[in-house]
């Protein structure tokens, strides 16, 4: 009998499995886009389209951009997702977009295929037991259904252990460098090449990486790769690219958020108010997982277990102390989970198998997390962080228990450089966390329902009228209406309203479909046709507004009862402007795919650039003597005045986070802006700060 059920149990579980994968799973992924594909093709069908990309990772204009192509995605965003990595659907571009995903989900299955096939020459278990390692595996199935790209990840992660093993090391580094330009964290597996000193391997990954690099901004151009690189990585890597207080993250990186730092919104009540403890623990806690994977790397011995262990380690550790995992990034503990059996099975540890597979399964579920509790409170609220970090134990205890660790100058070595990397990333994280929290004062009451306030403007006595983010997608609202937020409500509960421009007691909404036209709160002002990010003169007289041509958004002026006018053409691009006077503007504007900078645009469309370096998001006050801008500088973007008469600059703040949208106040002293400080990468909230008379320190 016990025959019997060996011979057949294992067929029976695949089959089962296999009924609910491709009864499932499949036909919902087949059914809609859903997100991630959605961000994926975007950006690669604007490529080819010839449209710049420059400004992609803004939340707002890339979501300008799906409505104008109609996708059927309520909100997108690409942060943190790495260029190259969009172009992976590059040649399905061309497609309809629901096409482009059922091409994708066919290119998946047989990339699943491949993986099967590996992943048990790998792991030495037999390919039934890997398909069934597999089929127990939630997260790879919902990459199916977002279309993502988990399965391309884990096919060329298996694929580069598999040609470890067999001392394929070019094929191994190009696999590696492949996986590591698509998302960041396979670049960890330079640490095993170094420490086996295979620098073929090394070699090839590194310049893997670079071409990668290379191609990606032949087609996506220089402007996107530089946001990336100044601004969305170095984010990603302190865990604010998205929301950090979010628990359905289970990331160590949130867990440290909500016990040390204080976010008016998202986290009023913390265990400990005290910035300085996540800026040491953070990379503290990181180094104590990694420091393991890196020493019990054995430099001399190099059969295909003990090589399939030490990637394991290493998978495993970026894994937990990842910054911004989806419980979908858990595809990747395949890998790790497949050697952890085939050790259990080939040592007839059952115990220890049964609870691998249970472990596995615990780091799959879906938004696995206990309600939210404030405080050390939770601490209780993440049971995935900790099934994570006992995979990991248990990979580091069989790699010990087949080679014990030996101290020797090597050893040594490494251990010095690590604790090196960890000081460094210690005090980069205090240097950080100072004045970080400055506009915490200046903020203004903001909805639990909204994940980012925007593009202020004052409105009447003392309120403010904003863009939010919610996820019923952008509505135009104001600080009186919360936290009801909308204050003009779009016939179509589909459309998002991505600017406004405040004229009296009127509102003009840019309402976005696949045009974008503006309308206004008053019925007898007419509609303006394919029209964006609409301005108003100090006088009323004159709207400005962008229109995209030639892949570029010009600038164009409408005066009352006269056709339109274009003031700028190619190869400016133009961001945001402000009124001077009726017959004079200020642009934000790029020039042949440089950064931006600010120029003084004439009534004829004479363009002359502003001293002033990289800066965007000019607004005049309503007395025409100031400036206010933003200016791009050591990673951030940060408030700066200028006087118009004198050209005299004065900084208004320096912090190591972006403020930006300024707008003034009718007293022409205050400024209304858009601050991400102590929240996520450009998840804004809206403070309001008194900048003039300006203080002694800014005169000099």
Same mark, same amino acid.
Not at 312 to 334: D, K
């Given at each position: 009998?016990?025959?019997?059920?060996?011979?057949?149990?294992?067929?029976?579980?695949?089959?089962?499995?296999?009924?609910?994968?491709?009864?499932?799973?499949?036909?919902?992924?087949?059914?809609?886009?859903?997100?991630?594909?959605?961000?994926?093709?975007?950006?690669?069908?604007?490529?080819?389209?010839?449209?710049?990309?420059?400004?992609?990772?803004?939340?707002?204009?890339?979501?300008?951009?799906?409505?104008?192509?109609?996708?059927?995605?309520?909100?997108?965003?690409?942060?943190?997702?790495?260029?190259?990595?969009?172009?992976?659907?590059?040649?399905?571009?061309?497609?309809?977009?629901?096409?482009?995903?059922?091409?994708?989900?066919?290119?998946?299955?047989?990339?699943?295929?491949?993986?099967?096939?590996?992943?048990?020459?790998?792991?030495?278990?037999?390919?039934?037991?890997?398909?069934?390692?597999?089929? $127990?595996?939630?997260?790879?199935?919902?990459?199916?259904?977002?279309?993502?790209?988990?399965?391309?990840?884990?096919?060329?992660?298996?694929?580069?252990?598999?040609?470890?093993?067999?001392?394929?090391?070019?094929?191994?580094?190009?696999?590696?460098?492949?996986?590591?330009?698509?998302?960041?964290?396979?670049?960890?597996?330079?640490?095993?090449?170094?420490?086996?000193?295979?620098?073929?391997?090394?070699?090839?990954?590194?310049?893997?990486?670079?071409?990668?690099?290379?191609?990606?901004?032949?087609?996506? =151009?220089?402007?996107?790769?530089?946001?990336?690189?100044? /601004?969305? $990585?170095?984010?990603?890597?302190?865990?604010?690219?998205?929301?950090?207080?979010?628990? @359905?993250?289970?990331?160590?990186?949130?867990?440290?958020?909500?016990?040390?730092?204080?976010?008016?919104?998202?986290?009023?009540?913390?265990?400990?108010? *005290?910035?300085?403890?996540?800026?040491? !623990?953070?990379?503290?806690?990181?180094?104590?997982?990694?420091?393991?994977?890196?020493?019990?790397?054995?430099?001399?011995?190099?059969?295909?277990?003990?090589?399939?262990?030490?990637?394991?380690?290493?998978?495993?550790?970026?894994?937990?102390?990842?910054?911004?995992?989806?419980?979908?990034?858990?595809?990747?503990?395949?890998?790790?989970?497949?050697?952890?059996?085939?050790?259990?099975?080939?040592?007839?540890?059952?115990?220890?198998?049964?609870?691998?597979?249970?472990?596995?399964?615990?780091? @799959?579920?879906? #938004?696995?997390?206990?309600?939210?509790?404030?405080?050390? =409170?939770?601490? !209780?609220?993440?049971?995935?962080?900790?099934?994570?970090?006992?995979?990991? $134990?248990?990979?580091?205890?069989?790699? %010990?228990? %087949?080679?014990?660790?030996?101290?020797?100058?090597?050893?040594?070595?490494?251990?010095?450089?690590?604790?090196? =990397?960890?000081?460094?990333?210690?005090?980069?994280?205090? %240097?950080?966390?100072?004045?970080?929290? +400055?506009?915490?004062?200046?903020?203004?009451?903001?909805?639990?329902?909204?994940?980012?306030?925007?593009?202020?403007?004052?409105?009447?006595?003392?309120?403010?009228?904003?863009?939010? $983010?919610?996820?019923?997608?952008?509505?135009?609202?104001?600080?009186?209406?919360?936290?009801?937020?909308?204050?003009?409500?779009?016939?179509?509960?589909?459309?998002?309203?991505?600017?406004?421009?405040?004229?009296?007691?009127?509102?003009?909404?840019?309402?976005?479909?696949? /045009?974008?036209?503006?309308?206004?709160? +008053?019925?007898?002002?007419?509609?303006?046709?394919?029209?964006?990010?609409?301005?108003?003169?100090?006088?009323?007289?004159?709207?400005?507004?962008?229109?995209?041509?030639?892949?570029?958004?010009?600038?164009?002026?409408?005066? *009352?009862?006269?056709?339109?006018?274009?003031?700028?053409?190619?190869?400016? #691009?133009?961001?945001? &402007?402000?009124?001077?006077?009726?017959?004079?503007?200020?642009?934000?504007?790029?020039?042949?795919?440089?950064?931006?900078?600010?120029?003084?645009?004439?009534?004829?469309? &004479?363009?002359?650039?502003?001293?002033?370096?990289?800066? %965007?998001?000019?607004?005049?006050?309503?007395?025409?003597?100031?400036?206010?801008?933003?200016?791009?500088? *050591?990673?951030?973007?940060?408030?700066?005045?200028?006087?118009?008469?004198?050209?005299?600059?004065?900084?208004?703040?320096?912090?190591?986070?972006?403020?930006?949208?300024? &707008?003034?106040?009718? #007293?022409?002293?205050?400024?209304?802006?858009?601050?991400?400080?102590?929240?996520?990468?450009?998840?804004?909230?809206? &403070?309001?700060?008194?900048?003039?008379?300006?203080?002694?320190?800014?005169?000099?």
């Amino acid at each position: 009998m016990k025959r019997l059920r060996d011979r057949y149990l294992q067929p029976i579980v695949l089959v089962l499995l296999a009924i609910y994968f491709f009864g499932s799973s499949i036909p919902e992924a087949w059914k809609k886009l859903n997100t991630d594909f959605p961000n994926y093709y975007l950006t690669a069908r604007m490529a080819r389209e010839h449209t710049d990309t420059s400004r992609a990772y803004e939340w707002m204009w890339i979501e300008r951009e799906k409505d104008h192509r109609g996708l059927d995605q309520r909100i997108v965003g690409l942060v943190p997702i790495t260029p190259f990595s969009t172009l992976i659907v590059w040649p399905l571009a061309t497609a309809a977009p629901l096409t482009a995903k059922h091409i994708w989900i066919v290119l998946n299955l047989a990339l699943l295929a491949a993986i099967v096939w590996m992943l048990a020459g790998v792991s030495r278990l037999s390919v039934i037991q890997t398909a069934i390692l597999i089929g $127990l595996s939630y997260p790879l199935q919902f990459n199916f259904m977002l279309g993502q790209y988990y399965v391309l990840l884990l096919a060329l992660l298996v694929g580069g252990c598999w040609a470890t093993q067999r001392r394929r090391h070019w094929t191994a580094g190009v696999l590696v460098g492949l996986a590591a330009a698509i998302k960041i964290f396979p670049i960890i597996l330079i640490l095993h090449f170094a420490r086996k000193r295979n620098w073929k391997a090394l070699g090839a990954c590194l310049g893997t990486v670079a071409a990668s690099v290379l191609f990606s901004i032949s087609v996506l =151009g220089v402007g996107m790769h530089r946001t990336y690189l100044l /601004q969305v $990585l170095p984010a990603t890597l302190r865990g604010d690219g998205l929301p950090p207080f979010h628990l @359905g993250s289970s990331s160590l990186s949130t867990v440290l958020h909500r016990l040390f730092l204080f976010e008016p919104q998202w986290n009023p009540h913390p265990a400990i108010q *005290a910035a300085w403890m996540f800026a040491v !623990l953070h990379p503290v806690l990181q180094l104590m997982l990694l420091a393991p994977a890196v020493l019990l790397i054995r430099t001399r011995e190099s059969s295909p277990l003990r090589t399939a262990l030490e990637w394991s380690g290493l998978l495993m550790v970026s894994l937990t102390i990842s910054t911004s995992p989806g419980f979908y990034l858990y595809t990747e503990a395949l890998l790790p989970v497949a050697i952890l059996c085939k050790c259990f099975l080939r040592t007839r540890r059952y115990g220890l198998l049964r609870g691998t597979l249970l472990l596995l399964l615990a780091v @799959g579920v879906p #938004d696995w997390h206990i309600a939210p509790r404030e405080g050390w =409170g939770t601490l !209780l609220c993440v049971p995935r962080l900790y099934a994570l970090i006992a995979l990991t $134990l248990l990979v580091f205890a069989v790699l %010990r228990r %087949r080679a014990p660790v030996a101290a020797s100058s090597t050893q040594r070595l490494w251990v010095g450089a690590l604790a090196v =990397g960890t000081l460094f990333s210690i005090f980069s994280g205090l %240097r950080h966390e100072r004045r970080l929290f +400055d506009d915490d004062q200046y903020r203004l009451p903001m909805s639990d329902s909204l994940l980012l306030a925007s593009h202020p403007q004052a409105f009447g006595t003392g309120n403010a009228v904003f863009v939010g $983010l919610s996820m019923e997608g952008y509505r135009v609202g104001s600080i009186a209406t919360l936290p009801a937020a909308t204050i003009v409500k779009p016939e179509n509960p589909l459309v998002d309203q991505l600017s406004f421009a405040v004229t009296g007691k009127n509102i003009r909404t840019e309402d976005a479909l696949p /045009q974008s036209n503006v309308t206004s709160t +008053d019925p007898q002002v007419p509609s303006l046709r394919n029209a964006e990010s609409p301005i108003v003169s100090p006088d009323g007289d004159v709207i400005a507004f962008l229109r995209l041509i030639g892949g570029h958004r010009q600038l164009f002026v409408c005066r *009352a009862g006269e056709p339109e006018k274009q003031l700028t053409a190619a190869p400016f #691009d133009i961001y945001e &402007a402000a009124f001077v006077t009726h017959d004079e503007l200020i642009v934000a504007a790029a020039n042949r795919g440089n950064a931006p900078a600010l120029y003084r645009l004439s009534g004829d469309g &004479a363009m002359t650039p502003l001293a002033g370096g990289v800066a %965007r998001y000019p607004a005049v006050s309503p007395d025409g003597q100031w400036l206010a801008f933003s200016k791009f500088d *050591a990673g951030s973007w940060n408030l700066y005045l200028r006087e118009l008469a004198t050209g005299r600059l004065a900084r208004v703040s320096s912090v190591p986070c972006n403020q930006i949208e300024a &707008a003034w106040q009718a #007293d022409s002293k205050t400024l209304l802006y858009a601050s991400d400080c102590g929240r996520a990468l450009w998840f804004t909230a809206i &403070a309001r700060r008194q900048v003039l008379p300006l203080p002694e320190v800014a005169k000099r």
